[in-house]
């Protein structure tokens, strides 16, 4: 299978290579630095700058994750639009492109996240649920998911996976909170009730790789393990497998001085289920927080 992967670098995107090389696939990764491609992805896959670079090369499969890091920095308007033409107006290039191909691929597989939902308080989440459009983090996701779903006028199957907080040793939001926890000033945020709906990566490369290869699934897929816990549990369970204590809590408003907008997506939650992904019965291998964690605690 030919798969060409968007946001092929980061940190899923990595996974995915590995995981699909060993499987014989044939990759190609649209990059700003396709010369870096082989040596951050592997040296099998071929890395393009433009969609226009493949030609009318067939494509079997589209896995579109790009987008710059959500919480990396406050939300000004100059980012905001970043994070939106990273995301919404890259789709709408990638749906330019595939008008003008003979041959479509089968299946377009288009990143979102959890934070589609909007802070949802105590409400369990399921892909039925509707969003609150309350947000920037809400409204983002929900524009990049209507415009990956105007492939289907192509005769395109589309999958969107709404991806929860990512576990993983090689980076992501873990890797930001390993140094204040090991020198002991780790803690909840705020009051530390929010829920956190988190996936270990294999399970997160896992799930991707099993909608790839089921014919029969498309729409949303909340991937995120069955069991969210709450922000202070979360705190107490990594400081535990840190062996570092995790009193220390961040004050809400200390968070909205310092983050402004962007503080609303630290101190809100979802509760949110697979409920989709458990009906298609795909197993998860970690549903337990403190055995993700102790997986992973070796390279942290």
């Known amino acids: ?27 190609t990764v649209l990059s700003r630095t396709p010369e870096k491609v082989a040596k951050i992805c592997g040296a099998q896959v071929r890395g393009v700058a433009l969609f226009e670079d493949l030609g009318q090369e067939p494509v079997d499969a589209i896995i579109n994750l790009a987008g710059a890091p959500i919480a990396d920095r406050p939300w000004t ?69 209507e415009t990956a779903q105007r492939a289907e006028a192509m005769g395109i199957r589309v999958i969107l996976i709404r991806t ?18 090991k020198l002991g000033l780790g803690g909840p945020l705020g009051s530390g009730r929010q829920w956190m709906p988190w996936i270990h990566i294999n399970d997160q490369i896992a799930l991707i790789d099993f909608l790839l290869h089921r014919i029969d699934a ?10 969210p816990v709450r922000n202070r549990e979360f ?12 009193f220390m809590p961040m004050p809400a408003l200390a968070l909205k001085v310092c983050l402004g907008e962007l503080s609303l997506l630290l101190l809100g939650g979802q509760k949110a289920v697979p409920a989709r992904l458990l009906e298609a019965g795909f197993t998860f291998q970690f549903t337990d927080l403190r055995a993700a964690l102790d997986d992973l605690s070796s390279r942290l």
């Open 1 to 27: 299978m030919h798969i060409l992967l968007t946001g092929g670098t980061g940190l899923i995107g990595r996974q995915l290579c590995r995981h699909w090389l060993s499987q014989g696939h044939r990759l």
């Open 77 to 145: 308007s100059r980012r905001k639009a970043l994070l939106w033409a990273s995301r919404i107006t890259l789709t709408e290039t990638l749906l330019a492109w595939l008008e003008t191909r003979a041959q479509k691929p089968q299946v377009l597989i288009s990143g979102s996240a959890i934070g589609w939902y909007g802070d949802s308080g105590e409400r369990e989440l399921t892909e039925a649920s509707p969003p609150s459009i309350d947000d920037f983090a809400s409204q983002l996701c929900i524009a990049w998911e």
């Open 164 to 181: 929860g907080l990512v576990l993983s040793a090689e980076g992501g939001f873990l890797s930001r909170l390993l140094l204040p926890f």
């Open 218 to 227: 498309s729409g949303p897929y909340n991937a995120c393990a069955p069991k």
């Open 235 to 246: 705190a107490k369970t990594l400081g535990a497998v840190l062996h570092r204590p995790a």
